[in-house]
């Protein structure tokens, strides 16, 4: 587990004092870029629902799996929306290492998460950029300097979206936002998506991690497959639909450790609407 006290010097950019639920995972998957804070709240999770390290790393393994499908799919382009800061196979090393030209796009609110993001992406790099926004606010990230640098909307985008979406209640319609990202995006586009699951986990147990999360001003909503499924609006999920995130697609035939049930993963189309096919 991490223990650099200083977060690469990052604190100095944001309160310490205030925990972040993506330097709470990085800190979970052996990452650097966290602090004492973050690392406080992480082992009370743990205390409270052992092996929860365990589907956070098995969380940011379906991305990785995600992330080669989509490659194998022919996708040439990434937006990855509530990137955070992680260690551990960042989607350009990882899409990168299969196709060098393959340009990504990262997406994130939290100021620590941009910094950190900066440390691993050149401000001049010509295939990766960072912006700094709100996933929910669609035509900003989509019109944003760095998007339109990067990426050709007239063609197939890779969507990413791991272990964010219960960042957001019911409140904030992340169903909207992602119905805005498929009216923009052009036919062909892949949506990889992730999310905690409460019923599997346990009521009991789902509701003490979210109580943990509140007391330290972090919202985590766990949501059911059935209430994953419906976030997803108009984005078609593939054959293998919404499955436990251990289920999805693994790499061999090792049977999933009881962690890797506790959340839900899809891949989804974004399908051309009768018009555009005429």
């Known amino acids: 587990m991490a223990t650099h006290e200083s977060a690469s010097g990052l604190e100095q950019q944001v309160d310490p ?41 098995e969380s940011r393994a379906f991305v990785r799996r995600a992330v ?99 960042c957001l209640p019911d409140a904030e319609d992340p169903a909207a936002a992602l119905a805005r990202y498929h009216e923009r995006l052009a036919p062909g586009s892949l949506l990889a998506a992730s999310h905690a699951d409460g019923i599997v986990l346990g009521l009991e147990s789902a509701g003490a991690i979210e109580d943990c999360l509140a007391r330290a001003g972090i919202t985590l909503v766990h949501r059911s497959r059935r209430q994953f499924a419906d976030l997803l609006g108009p984005w078609q999920p593939h054959p293998d639909g919404v499955a436990p995130i251990g289920l999805w697609r693994p790499d061999g035939l090792t049977l999933p450790v009881r962690e890797c049930l506790w959340g839900n993963a899809v891949l989804a189309d974004r399908r051309p609407e009768p018009a555009e096919r005429a």
Not at 43 to 55: A, E, M, Q
Not at 80 to 109: C, I, K, N, T, W
Not at 137 to 150: S, Y
């Open 17 to 57: 004092d205030a925990p972040s639920l993506f330097r709470i995972y990085d800190y979970l998957l052996g990452g650097g870029h966290n602090f004492a804070s973050d690392r406080a709240v992480a082992d009370k999770i743990t205390t409270l629902v052992p092996g929860y390290d365990v589907f956070v790393r």
């Open 68 to 166: 080669l499908h989509m490659l194998t799919a022919g996708i040439e382009q990434f937006l990855d929306l509530g990137a955070g800061m992680f260690s551990a196979h960042p989607v350009h090393h990882l899409a990168q290492a299969e196709r060098p030209d393959v340009r990504v796009v990262y997406v994130d609110r939290d100021p620590i998460a941009i910094a950190g993001l900066g440390l691993i992406v050149h401000a001049d790099d010509p295939s990766t950029g960072v912006i700094e926004a709100d996933l929910r606010h669609v035509d900003e990230v989509l019109d944003h300097a760095v998007t339109t640098r990067l990426l050709d909307l007239t063609r197939p985008v890779g969507v990413v979206a791991g272990s964010v979406l219960h």
